[in-house]
């Protein structure tokens, strides 16, 4: 069952939907058709009473690249109102999908990077394959993981996220453990059972229960709201309009170093 462009989603006997990011060509990036995609998903989730669990993977060996290089072209030629507005299509699809009203359980391979973190921090649980990659990129373009960023701070805390949320580096599934970004990470064959693993718990309670839980757990932790996300679709669009980011922007798509590289 699909009617999505981006995404494809199935839904079993038992209520479980497995929501696959659907672009592997392009590893899964974020594009602004597939922001709209999972948002429309999550509100489908809302009123699907039917559904008690969603899996998040990607198609291809990928869980998310990040941002689609199309979608980050669009931006350079846009004015500040066009880069808030792409900026709040990401933050609402995020916030869509942080606040379903069932477990979300994220199964990660490959990499997941800028973005693809974000998408991994909005996941109750999230188990990864142990040679999957996570980095927070964006600052090699002269940009800042903002709209993720409320999402991951909320995952890892401040001083965790300041190990890895400014190097650009890339680390390991290990790595992401300690972070608290993923709860575990297993051999790769051993992926499908450690979800099933995830998934089985919920099968046998009230969604009704869950739900409340979970929005208790959210209401608990640190403020994700309107003020949040606001804040982080302004300092996003401060980024965008500095010099360093027309400038790593320009080097990653003409495929050389930017000017402050080494």
């Given at each position: ?29 974020l ?25 998040i ?19 350079i030629g ?10 709040r ?5 995020l ?20 973005g ?5 921090s ?7 394959a ?6 927070f ?12 960023s ?10 965790m ?19 608290n970004?993923?709860a ?20 046998s309670?009230p969604?009704?229960a ?22 982080t679709?302004?300092?996003?669009a401060?980024?965008w ?22």
């Amino acid at each position: 069952m699909s009617e999505y462009e981006t995404i494809a989603v199935e839904i079993d006997s038992r209520g479980v939907a497995w929501l696959t990011l659907n672009r592997p060509e392009k590893k899964n990036a974020l594009s602004a058709r597939m922001m709209d995609d999972l948002s429309s998903f999550a509100r489908m989730v809302e009123a699907a009473e039917d559904i008690r669990v969603v899996v998040i993977a990607g198609a291809g060996g990928t869980f998310c690249a990040g941002g689609d290089l199309d979608w980050m072209k669009t931006q350079i030629g846009a004015d500040r109102e066009g880069r808030m507005a792409e900026a709040r299509r990401l933050a609402s699809m995020l916030k869509a999908l942080n606040e379903m009203p069932v477990p979300l359980i994220g199964r990660l391979e490959g990499a997941a990077l800028g973005g693809g973190v974000g998408m991994a921090s909005i996941c109750d649980i999230a188990v990864a394959a142990n040679d999957c990659r996570f980095g927070f990129t964006e600052t090699r373009l002269g940009i800042i993981p903002a709209t993720i960023s409320p999402y991951v701070l909320a995952r890892t805390g401040e001083g965790m996220a300041r190990r890895v949320f400014m190097s650009a580096r890339i680390f390991s599934a290990d790595e992401a453990v300690s972070l608290n970004i993923v709860a575990s990470s297993v051999d790769a064959g051993a992926l499908d059972k450690a979800i099933e693993a995830e998934i089985l718990p919920y099968l046998s309670l009230p969604r009704g229960a869950v739900a409340r839980a979970k929005r208790l757990a959210r209401s608990l932790g640190p403020p994700i709201n309107d003020e949040v996300i606001n804040a982080t679709v302004h300092q996003l669009a401060d980024a965008w309009e500095t010099e360093e980011a027309i400038e790593g922007i320009a080097a990653f798509l003409e495929k050389r170093k930017p000017r402050w590289a080494q």
